[in-house]
């Protein structure tokens, strides 16, 4: 995987979309963490309403939750450091 070139704009107002592009999609990827996170809490709160013992295959399927939510919170963390190296790397 080649490491994405950075081209550097030349106006301001080219300046100041980039870093909102790279700020949009920040949002984007958090929206979709956030889901997932959503999700893997109901799923909690479902097994601690529960009237039956949490059995070891209901965890498997709240650890493929935790599994989808955790890989999207690496993502936020890659997109935001990508804004981050935008928005100082911009000049």
Do not use: N
Not at 20 to 45: C, H, N
Request: without cysteine; aromatic residues 8%.
């Amino acid at each position: 995987m080649s490491s994405p070139q950075l081209i550097v704009p030349g106006s301001e107002s080219q300046k100041r979309r980039m870093v909102l592009a790279s700020a949009r999609q920040v949002r984007r990827v958090y929206r979709k963490a956030d889901t997932s996170g959503e999700v893997f809490e109901r799923w909690i709160d479902r097994q601690i309403d529960r009237k039956t013992r949490i059995t070891g295959k209901s965890v498997a399927v709240g650890l493929a939750l935790f599994r989808d939510y955790f890989s999207k919170t690496r993502d936020l963390e890659t997109a935001m450091a990508d804004l981050a190296y935008v928005a100082t790397e911009v000049y």
